[in-house]
């Protein structure tokens, strides 16, 4: 069984930074693929960013890139989101998720079998 635990969320300003952390535990190949989602209130869940175990590529939604950046590290089985520049439209309940493989399809949550409890990032104006 592969648990997800996040960190890092919490309130900041327009313009600021925060630092998000997931933590998996159980078969590392569960971890594969590992992504950020989030969701605002009324709205549905959004892809934010992926990335690949062992140095593999990352991609990003278009409303993040240039401003956060995703990483991990594989030994420790943990991905991190890095965000920059935050804006109040960036205030969203942010999620992890993990799942097997390396397959097209990773920007649509259904194609993943692990997710965290999720961390609220709030970003006033």
């Known amino acids: 069984q592969v648990q997800l635990v996040e960190s890092g969320g919490g309130l900041v300003q327009t313009g600021g930074s925060l630092r998000l952390s997931c933590a998996a535990s159980?078969?590392?190949?569960?971890?594969?693929?590992m992504s950020w989602f989030r969701q605002a209130p009324g709205k549905e869940r959004e892809f934010v960013s992926t990335?690949?175990?062992?140095?593999?590529?990352?991609y990003y939604a278009d409303s993040v890139k240039g401003r956060f950046t995703i990483s991990r590290e594989d030994a420790k089985n943990t991905v991190y989101l890095q965000m920059n520049s935050l804006k109040p439209e960036d205030t969203a309940v942010y999620y992890c998720?993990?799942?097997?493989?390396?397959?097209?399809?990773?920007?649509?949550?259904?194609?993943?079998?692990?997710w965290g409890q999720g961390t609220q990032v709030t970003v006033s104006s």
């Open positions: 998720a993990a799942r097997k493989g390396y397959g097209s399809g990773f920007r649509r949550d259904y194609e993943y079998a692990y």
């Open positions: 990335i690949f175990r062992s140095g593999g590529s990352s």
């Open positions: 159980g078969p590392t190949f569960s971890s594969d693929t």
